[in-house]
C-alpha cells in the first residue's frame, strides 16, 4: 500500500517539474502575434526574445499594473503574477 503513495508521489513531481518549462512556451505563444514568431519582431514592435527575465517580469508587472501602453495593459492583465513570470523565464531562453 505504501509504495502505491511513492509511485503516485514520483508521477507528481515529474509532472511538477515538466509543466513549469511547458507552461511558459504555451503562454508565450500568444505573444508572436505581435512581437514576431518565437519572439523576434520583423517590425516595428520590438523582440522580447532573449530578453533577461527579470527585465521582462518587471515590465510585464509594470504594465500590468500601470496601463502605460494600453495594447500591453490588456496583455498583461489577462495572466497572473506567476504566469507572468513563467512566460518571462521562458522567453528569457530564447535567442
Ligand atoms: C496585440 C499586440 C500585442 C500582443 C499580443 C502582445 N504585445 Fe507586447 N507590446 C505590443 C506593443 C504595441 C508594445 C509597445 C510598442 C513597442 O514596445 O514597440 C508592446 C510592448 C511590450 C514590451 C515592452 C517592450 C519594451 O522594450 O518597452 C514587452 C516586454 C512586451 N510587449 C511583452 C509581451 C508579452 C510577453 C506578450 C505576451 C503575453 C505580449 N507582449 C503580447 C503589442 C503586443
Excluded: W
Excluded at 16 to 26: K, M, V
Excluded at 59 to 76: N, T
Excluded at 77 to 82: A, I, L, R, V, W
Amino acid at each position: 500500500m505504501k509504495n502505491i503513495f511513492v509511485i503516485f508521489f514520483v508521477i507528481l513531481s515529474a509532472h511538477a517539474n515538466t509543466t513549469f518549462a511547458d507552461n511558459g512556451q504555451l503562454l508565450a505563444s500568444q505573444c508572436y502575434q505581435c512581437h514576431g514568431p518565437n519572439g523576434h519582431s520583423k517590425g516595428e514592435i520590438d523582440s522580447i526574445a532573449g530578453k533577461s527575465a527579470s527585465d521582462l517580469y518587471g515590465d510585464l508587472l509594470e504594465m500590468k499594473q500601470k496601463p502605460k501602453i494600453e495594447i500591453m495593459h490588456l496583455q498583461a492583465k489577462s495572466y497572473t503574477d506567476n504566469e507572468l513570470r513563467e512566460i518571462a523565464n521562458y522567453l528569457s531562453t530564447l535567442n
